[in-house]
């Protein structure tokens, strides 16, 4: 691993090592997600992307290189998004793969890794649990470790998402005054901080109330576990953040938007129903929190739908009262 | 009205005069989707169109005309959509709009038209009862009809929809073998017809099995009425279709697929799972006709994805399975 900092330059090349291997996920506007934020909105829907989120993007990056470089296998951690996207990479390289995943993962992430051929360990509810497991299997098989929120390739790809709005609005005649990304391990936030670098673009990151690991961090100076407690944003569920993303982001985050739980299920719930998208409960989080920071500090705030997989029946569910009435 | 023929010309003047007034929607990829269809399918994504569907292209060019020419107020009859399109289109000229819609019209749809201030009469199931009211109220008003499937505005309008989808296509390095379309009264499919005009692109109609309503014109050689059976599909219920669209479209369509209840159901339900996109039922029958058509067919197919206004309780019931677990 080099140590040198990631900057512009690096999500820039990851751009370019990208170009027409992925979906160009469109940004979509909706007049009434418009008029509930009192801003304009808007939505980069990398719940359209290849594998359902838009950690494909460093996943290519990140297993490309450690194939070309000769390796016989891959392990990744994740709560979800990042193990299916290793696992859709490493299928194009026809690299074994081993991911581990929290016991209570959503099963449509299981079954979309399992479809890809890879193997799921399911182990414990925690960050620290899914880390030795990987120690042991990297030890057992001597595979290599696609870590989501340490590994440079990573962290520049994920910053494509955020380099490909900026460069979307800019095209569709419009200019953001500030970028909304949901904050799980990192890499998001401080993919988009990379690509934010030479536009005057307020970084803004967003986490579930539950699970404030970004909000801890900046308050002891450095990454600190914080207490598990449950959210429904499972891509969000990281309790502490990686040391590569905080180093690249602390600085230049504007703010962090600590997101209510029902908060978030309406988020899920406007995004159906007014922008007619499908998205997990961790875009929708910056999705709310989008719509709580957009009215007062901007004109024109881009937000990150970072992923769409997400169970059947938490749609069903959010879309029907307590009666089980259409709500 | 003029009675000449309308043609690609038509359509293209339409784009113009459309250009920067509406969302550019996207054409969205999805490998899933791919696979079930054996086929490339390209998603022209109007269910993200402005109003909730690819409707407002229509209605705002035809009322435009009708403001200019020093109208007093409109009035449409519609299932929905035409109605919600002409209401807003009338919104921004400030004209009084008066729409018909079947008494048993989705609520949703129902309540975007009077949240642009129009007036809802409900009237009836059939065609011919809109009809009827329609003629009422324009004696008693003196407003101008906006037809839903006569008037030239509106179907030039309707054909940039298709235009748009193969230009995007084309852009993104592709091309059409095919495009599917729903067919309600006729607008969509003869706009189709135009836009595909000077492609070489097998225009496929959609339409459910329980309305044959294009089916029995090409048997009559000229529009009939059908017996008006139930179908989830409300946007596709006009038992009638329009003699201009029909006119239009009955040498240029390469063939008309009817779809089963069940499989607009289970098209709506990957659209949402696969594709991450809600849609309407109306989208959904040209959805599963595109992937009855597709394999053996042709290797690329373009697919209007015509609208998003769905009930959310249709929604959640289509997610549950009849013991109301998820599926």
Redo the contacts between chains.
Sequence with gaps: METTALSRVDVDRAERRLAGRL????V????QLDALAGARLWLK?E??Q?G?SFKVRGALLAVERLAAAGSRGVIAQSTGNHAIAVALAAAEHKLPTVVVLPSDAPPTKIRRIRETGAEAVLVGTTLAERVAVVEELRERYAYDVVDPYQNRDVVAGQGTATAELISQVAA?GGRLDAVVVPIGGGSAIAGACLASCGHDLAVVGAEPETVPAFTAALDAGGPVTVPARPTIADGLRPDRIGSLPFELSHRTIASVITVPETAIAEALRVA??H?????EPAAATALAAALDYASGHATDVGVLLSG?NI??????SL??DHS????
Tied chains: 1, 2.
């Design positions: 979906w160009k996920t469109p979509v506007r909706c007049d829907a719940n359209l290849r359902g569709a159906l129903l922008a007619r998208l499908l998205i769409g169970e059947p029946g938490l749609v069903a879309l029907t089980g009435r259409a709500r």
